[in-house]
C-alpha cells in the first residue's frame, strides 16, 4: 500500500502511485517530487519526471535543496521506466512543481527567515482546545519551520510558565508516534511564550512586536496572526495588530475565526473595516470544515475518478443531504449560540462551503482562486432560502434513564423564551443547468441522538426495475446511495444491490466500504492543523474569500431576517432525540427521505 506523504508533512496537489507498468507514464505529470522514506520535509530529493512519449526512458531531475548562495542545483540522468516505476511506487510521491518544492524548502530551512505566530485570545477555549494542540501536532510532525515562535496575547496576566502549563494539559501526541513524545512537548513548550495586553491598545501591541522582534534575533520576520477572540473586538485588534505588531520584511497574515457577521450587511462592515489594516491576500477566513479529511478529498473523488464525474448532475443523482448533529447542546456557550442559531453556525458555513465543493463545476487548476472562481460560481447560481422550504427546531428538557437532559433555554445564559433554532432543516437549489431542479437538502442539529457529519447521495431509480419482484414497489428500498462520513469514523461508502450467494435469486443492499481505519493506519489529522500549516505556507485554497463570503450570506440573509421578524416558534423536540417531525415533511415534499434515519438496517 502506498502511504501518503511529501516533501512536505503533506503538499498539492495530492498524489497517486503509477498503477500500471505499461502506462509509460502516460499519466504522470510533468514534474514529480519524491519524498524521502524518512519523511523530513525538506531533505528530501526532489526528482522531476518529463514523460517522453515513445520512449522506455524517462529524464530524471534531481534537485538538491538549495546552496548556501541561492542556487539550485539539478543534474540530468536518464533512467530506464521500469526502474522509474518502481521508485514511483515504493517511494511517496507528490506532486507539485520543483520550483514551487524548492520556494518551500527555502522557507521551511532558511536561516535567515523565522515565523511568528500569535494566538490573540490565548486564555480562551478554542486556543486551548484547538489551535496550541494543532501548532503542537504540526511540530510534532516537524511541520513548522525552523525559526519558529509562539506568543500567546490576552488581557488574562500570566507568564510564559503560567500559559505552558496551560497548554500542556491540553497537548496531545500521535497514537501512531508515541515516542519522545514528552521531549517533544518540552521543546515545543520552550518555543511557547505569553505577552498580556488589551485588544485595543497600539501600545501593548507595540510590546509585543518588540519581544517578537527578540525572538526575531534579525532574521526576516514572517507574523501570522490567530484572532480566537469574540467577533466584537475583532477589528480593534486587527487594527493594533497591522499598526503596531506587524512585520517590517516579510509577511503578516491574520485568521479570522467566524463568525464572519450575522447578515449580509454586518459581514460587509466586517470585511470592510478589516481592508482598512489588510489587503485581501492577508485575510485567511477560516471555515475549519474545509481542513476535514473528507472534505479535502471531496474534489479528489470527484476530479480524480472517471466514475463519479460522469454520475455528478441532475441526469442521474435525485437529491444530495448534507447533514450534521451532535449529541450535545450548547452547554457553556449558550451566550454566544443565542445571538447566531443553527442556521448562522453550521449551515451558512460549514455545510453551506461543502455544498459548494460538492457542486462547483470543474475548476481550471487547483489554484486557489480557480477553486474559489468555481465556488462562487455555484453559490451564485443558488435560490435565496425561503421560510416555506425551512423548518426549525429547539431542544426542550428530557428525561431518559433516570438522568434529565437540559432545554436550550435552561442554559443560564440563554434568555428566557429564546426562539433561537438549535435545529433547521431547508431544501436548497441551484438554477444551473447541472443542478436544475435537484434538491439539496440540509439538516443540522444540537442535542440529537448522536454526533455526525456526512454527505449523502441519492442516485435515481434504475428504468425498467427489472428485479421488481424483489424490491416490489418500493423504489427506494434500491436506490444507490453514495455516503461521505465525514465524522466520526471517516469512511465512504457505496450502497449497491448484490445477489445473495446461493441457488435462489435473492437481492441484499451492500456497502462498497472505504473505511478509514481499515484503509490508513495513520491518524487523520485535525482539520485546524491543516488550516493552520496552510495559512503559514500562504495557501488560501481552504480559506472563505470575501466574494464567497456575500454569496453566502446573499443566500441565508433574507430568510433569517423572516425568522426574526415573524418571531417564528421552533418546533421542540426533546434532547438526544432525533430532531423534529416536520423535517420529515419538509423531504417528502420533494420525494426524498432522509438517508441517515434510513430504511436499511445498516445505514
Ligand atoms: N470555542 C469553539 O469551539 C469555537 C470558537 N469559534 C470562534 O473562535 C473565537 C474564539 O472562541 P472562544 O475561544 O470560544 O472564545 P472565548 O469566549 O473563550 O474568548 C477568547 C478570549 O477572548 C477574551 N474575551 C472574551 N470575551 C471578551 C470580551 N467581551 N471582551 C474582550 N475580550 C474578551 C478572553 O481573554 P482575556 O479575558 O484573557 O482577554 C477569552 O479568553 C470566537 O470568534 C468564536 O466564535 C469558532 C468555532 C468554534
Ligand atoms: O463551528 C462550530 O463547529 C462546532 C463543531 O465542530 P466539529 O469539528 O466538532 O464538528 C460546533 O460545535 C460549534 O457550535 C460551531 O460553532
New binding site residues.
Given amino acids: 500500500m502506498a502511504t501518503i506523504c511529501s516533501t512536505h508533512c503533506r503538499s498539492y496537489p495530492s498524489l497517486q502511485p503509477v498503477s500500471s507498468p505499461s502506462s509509460k507514464l502516460g499519466h504522470v505529470p510533468q514534474h514529480v517530487t519524491l519524498s524521502s522514506s524518512a519523511s523530513k520535509r525538506f531533505l528530501a530529493a526532489k526528482v522531476s519526471l518529463k514523460s517522453q512519449s515513445d520512449s522506455n526512458q524517462v529524464a530524471v531531475h534531481t534537485h538538491q535543496p538549495q546552496q548556501s548562495d541561492g542556487a539550485a542545483t539539478a543534474a540530468a540522468v536518464p533512467v530506464d521506466i521500469d526502474t522509474t516505476q518502481k521508485l514511483l511506487k515504493s517511494e511517496l510521491l507528490s506532486f507539485t512543481s520543483a520550483e514551487e518544492s524548492q520556494a518551500e524548502a527555502s522557507f521551511y530551512n532558511n536561516e535567515n527567515e523565522s515565523v511568528s505566530i500569535t494566538v490573540v485570545?490565548a486564555?480562551?477555549?478554542?486556543?486551548k482546545?484547538?489551535i496550541f494542540p494543532a501548532l503542537f501536532a504540526l511540530y510534532y510532525e516537524d511541520c513548522l519551520p525552523k525559526h519558529f515562535t509562539i506568543f500567546g496575547y490576552?488581557?488574562?496576566k500570566m507568564t510564559d510558565a503560567e500559559l505552558r502549563t496551560m497548554v500542556s494539559k491540553t497537548l496531545t501526541c500521535r497514537i501512531d508516534k508515541r515516542e519522545n513524545c514528552g521531549e517533544k512537548m518540552d521543546e515545543f513548550l520552550k518555543r511557547c511564550f505569553y505577552h498580556s495586553g488589551q485588544?485595543d491598545s497600539q501600545e501593548n501591541f507595540a510590546a509585543l512586536d518588540k519581544k517578537l522582534k527578540e525572538h526575531e534575533n534579525g532574521k526576516a520576520s514572517n507574523r501570522l496572526f490567530y484572532l480566537?477572540?469574540?467577533?466584537?473586538?475583532f477589528i480593534d485588534a486587527v487594527k493594533c495588530a497591522s499598526s503596531s505588531a506587524s512585520s517590517g520584511n516579510g509577511w503578516t497574515r491574520v485568521i479570522v475565526?467566524?463568525?464572519f457577521g450575522r447578515d449580509s450587511e454586518s459581514s460587509a462592515a466586517l470585511t470592510k473595516s478589516l481592508k482598512q489594516y489588510l489587503r485581501e491576500d492577508q485575510i485567511f477566513r477560516i471555515d475549519?470544515y474545509l481542513g476535514k479529511e473528507l472534505v479535502e478529498n471531496l474534489s479528489v473523488l470527484r476530479f480524480s475518478n472517471l466514475i463519479f464525474e460522469p454520475l455528478w448532475s441532475r441526469q442521474y443523482i435525485r437529491n444530495v443531504q448534507f447533514i450534521f448533529s451532535e449529541d450535545f447542546g450548547t452547554e457553556g456557550?449558550g451566550g454566544?449560540f443565542d445571538n447566531y442559531g443553527i442556521i448562522r453556525d453550521i449551515m451558512q458555513n460549514h455545510l453551506l462551503q461543502i455544498l459548494a465543493l460538492f457542486a462547483m463545476e470543474t475548476p481550471v487548476s487547483l489554484d486557489a482562486e480557480d477553486i474559489r472562481n468555481e465556488k462562487v460560481k455555484v453559490l451564485r447560481s443558488m435560490r435565496p432560502l425561503e421560510l416555506g422550504t425551512m423548518v426549525i427546531g429547539q431542544y426542550k428538557s428530557h428525561t431518559k434513564g433516570g438522568v434529565t437532559y437540559p432545554a436550550y433555554t435552561d442554559d443560564k445564559t440563554v434568555p428566557k423564551g429564546s426562539l433561537t433554532p438549535t435545529f433547521a432543516a431547508a431544501a436548497l437549489f441551484i438554477d444551473n443547468a447541472r443542478w436544475d431542479g435537484v434538491p439539496f437538502l440540509m439538516k443540522a442539529g444540537k442535542a440529537l441522538h448522536k454526533k455526525g457529519a456526512e454527505i449523502r447521495v441519492q442516485f435515481r431509480h434504475v428504468p425498467g426495475n427489472l428485479y421488481n419482484r424483489t424490491f416490489g414497489t418500493d423504489l427506494d428500498r434500491a436506490t444507490n446511495e453514495l455516503v461521505i462520513r465525514v465524522q466520526p469514523d471517516e469512511a465512504i461508502y457505496l450502497k449497491i444491490n448484490n445477489k445473495v450467494p446461493g441457488l435462489g435469486m435473492k437481492l441484499d443492499r451492500s456497502h462498497l466500504n472505504l473505511h478509514y481505519a481499515a484503509r490508513y493506519s495513520k491518524e487523520i489529522p485535525d482539520a485546524y492543523e491543516r488550516l493552520l500549516l496552510d495559512a503559514i505556507e500562504g495557501e488560501r485554497r481552504l480559506f472563505i474569500r470575501s466574494d464567497e463570503l456575500d454569496a453566502a450570506w446573499s443566500l441565508f440573509t433574507p430568510v433569517l431576517k423572516e425568522l426574526e421578524e415573524k418571531r417564528v416558534v421552533p418546533e421542540y423536540y426533546p434532547y438526544g432525540s432525533r430532531g423534529p417531525v416536520g423535517a420529515h415533511y419538509l423531504a417528502a415534499r420533494y420525494n426524498v427521505r432522509w438517508g441517515d434515519l434510513g430504511i436499511d438496517m445498516d445505514q
Fill in positions: 485570545g486564555s480562551g477555549d478554542l486556543a482546545k484547538k490576552a488581557r488574562s485588544y480566537s477572540i469574540p467577533p466584537n473586538i475565526e467566524k463568525p475549519h456557550r454566544y
